[in-house]
């Protein structure tokens, strides 16, 4: 495989950015050697600078999951920009996405569109803040809630990959209020309120943990901090940037049945376009600017080819059931595969997945949180992986990255990536 232009891209890049990339796993620290520059994508495929195609396992990090370009996407955004790029007012589109959110998710009665998921969560956690009056929020370990400095305590793949515990730059008096349980663990939630009882604001949680691998969530689990922010008067935020609008078309909340009191969105929110946004009960949203106390504002917030984009590829997810199903078949046919081949070969590994999130453990225990996931071996799985993109599947540069399925992809691609696994796993020796 050519890698020359790639490797010519990457070495300018690093002189002006730091690790040659706007986002940090993009540069390949965990796995090493040369981040693939790319240059176009369509369906299910990457095409980096030097011609090489890949089966896609990214999918842009969730957004794309219809594939690279849908037509129909991409003749309305064409469409949009005719009109303009951004006015800085009101427009339609913005009303016709809230009211398509909300009757996809009826729970989220209020909402605020934002332009990342790190800006939803921020603002949805000062809203929590804002609505109780109290200070102290609750995450889990090896859940990944953007890079706002409240958030950076124990917060996965990115952060996990590079060893770092936390972040510098972050000031102490940032993160004093951010008490941090262990995933599926109600014991060490309901230890933080017995030790806080009246000063816990809220409880943020993936409902799928799906930054540390893929973690799913024990069937008392998310019931369980539902009762328990009910009893000590807390709000429960669901962070579904990763689950909203891809575990089904309603996400976490429609899966599992649980109602949060705030909810979180991006990734699938904006089509591949920056978006997030996050909303739920109208008493607490009622108190976000200009109507409430809790300030909160955005220059490209609601940004008329976000909107277009996002409110497109949402109305397709909406009107075509199908697709849901047919993206959980794929990735159940991937997962059990790759469960084959490791029974087969007696690899030390563990698969866990749901819906069109899988990931390939390298540990032989199962992995039920952050310890868990931890101890995986990420040399193995460095090697793993770069004999996967040699042969054209593109999987997340780090073992702490799910693998995303989009409806473009088809049993041809996931059985190609299943022989390559079979054939790395037979040459080596468990
Ligand atoms: C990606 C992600 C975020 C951050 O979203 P950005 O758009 O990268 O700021 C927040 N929460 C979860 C669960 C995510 O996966």
């Known amino acids: ?49 030097d011609g090489n ?69 921020m603002s949805a956690v000062r809203a929590a803040r804002g609505f109780t009056g109290r200070d102290k929020i609750v995450k889990f370990e090896g859940c990944y809630h953007g890079h706002a400095d409240a958030m950076l305590v124990k917060a996965g793949s990115g952060v996990m990959t590079s060893g770092i515990p936390d972040s510098s730059g972050v000031p102490r008096g940032c993160t004093a209020d951010t008490l941090s349980a262990v995933y599926n663990d109600l014991d060490s939630v309901e230890r933080l309120f017995q030790q806080y009882p009246s000063e816990i604001a809220c409880v943020i949680v993936e409902p799928v943990a799906a930054n540390m691998g893929v973690v799913v969530p024990k069937k008392s689990f998310l019931p369980g901090l539902r009762q328990l922010c009910d009893q000590y008067g807390a709000l429960l935020i669901f962070d579904e940037v990763i689950t909203g609008f891809r575990l089904q078309i309603d996400g976490a909340i429609g899966h599992f049945g649980i109602t949060p009191d705030l909810v979180t969105y991006g990734k699938i929110i904006g089509g591949g376009m920056p978006v997030g946004a996050y909303g739920g009960r109208k008493e607490i949203m009622q108190l976000v600017s200009p109507l409430g106390s809790v300030y909160q504002a955005g220059t490209l917030s609601g940004n008329p080819v976000a909107m277009c984009a996002g409110l497109t590829q949402l109305r397709y997810l909406k009107a075509h059931p199908e697709v849901y199903r047919q993206i959980g078949f794929l990735s159940h046919r991937l997962r059990s595969g790759l469960e084959e081949i490791i029974r087969r070969y007696h690899a030390p590994c563990t698969v866990n997945g749901i819906g069109s999130l899988s990931c390939l453990y390298f540990t032989p225990e199962p992995v039920t949180d952050y310890t868990s996931a931890k101890k995986a071996d990420t040399q193995q799985f460095k090697e793993y992986f770069h004999y996967m993109l040699d042969t054209g599947s593109y999987f997340g540069p780090s073992q702490f990255e799910a693998a995303f399925v989009s409806n473009a992809h088809t049993l041809r691609e996931i059985d190609k990536t299943l022989a390559d696994a079979e054939d790395y796993f037979a040459s080596r020796n468990f």
Not at 41 to 47: D, H, I, S
Request: aromatic residues 8%; hydrophobic residues 40%; proline residues 5%.
């Open 1 to 49: 495989m050519h890698t020359e232009r790639s490797e010519e891209l990457y070495s300018r890049a690093k002189e002006l950015m730091p690790g040659g990339v706007n986002s940090p796993v993009r540069a390949f620290l965990s796995v090493g050697g040369t981040p693939r520059f790319i240059r176009r994508a369509k369906e299910q495929y990457l095409y980096d600078e």
């Open 53 to 121: 195609a890949y089966i896609d396992y990214i999918g842009s990090w969730g957004p794309m999951i219809l594939g690279h370009n849908p037509d129909f996407v991409l003749d309305a955004v064409r469409k949009q920009l005719e009109n303009g790029l951004s006015y800085g007012a009101a427009t339609a589109l913005e009303v016709e996405m809230a009211e398509l959110i909300h009757e996809i998710v009826p729970c989220v009665e209020m909402m605020r569109m934002v332009n990342s998921g790190t800006e939803a969560v």
